[in-house]
């Protein structure tokens, strides 16, 4: 059974750093895309970052492009999202997905940029 | 970026009747080497984790009732629930993938009339 755990959210003050993590198993990890994508609250989704499994090329949304950092481990079958410099609209829940066409999602973690 | 555009915004339909929402893409999504269009569609209820539903414009995820059907190509799509169940209100994004920096749309809430 393929499962998406996510982990690492939290209230953090704007121009702070947080790292998301997401374990996932019952798949092979490392031959798929994987993906961060997040939602505001009562707003729609918006993809953040995708990671490639063939050769971990990396692409971002201009909105976080220079402050996000996609990462992943094969070894330990999980992917890494490093957030630096977070703003108020960043506020959202972060969901990690696998494959181009998401055919699996995790719970989502909630990330709150606030004074 | 490829910006994806969805209609309506939302959608009141009564149980049992057809419910049809319209996703329109900025630049084809159809990528001519092996005629496949990189288009999904998501389900997602409230407080919930998006559904995958569709992929390959047309292809229906395993375990989907068959009263989801996706259609369309290059531009324009369209995702129709052929006999509206309760089970059925939430919101629906389309997505490409075509791109390297995918994009949804912004979303269509379907409710019953």
Redesign the interface.
Known sequence: EVQLLESGGGLVQPGGSLRLSCAASGFTFSIYTMNWVRQAPGKGLEWVSGIKGSDSSTYYADSVKGRFTISRDNSRNTLYLQMNSLRAEDTAVYYCAKDRWMDYWGQGTLVTVSS | ?IVMTQSPDSLAVSLGERATINCKSSQSVLYSSNNKN?L?W?Q?KPGQ????LI??ASTR?SGVPDRFSGSGSGTDFTLTISSLQAADVA?Y?C?Q?YS????????TKLEIK
């Open positions: 970026d990189y999904a998501y997602q984790s998006p559904k995958l992929y390959w995820e919101v994004y997505q993938y390297n920096s995918y994009t949804f749309g912004q979303g």
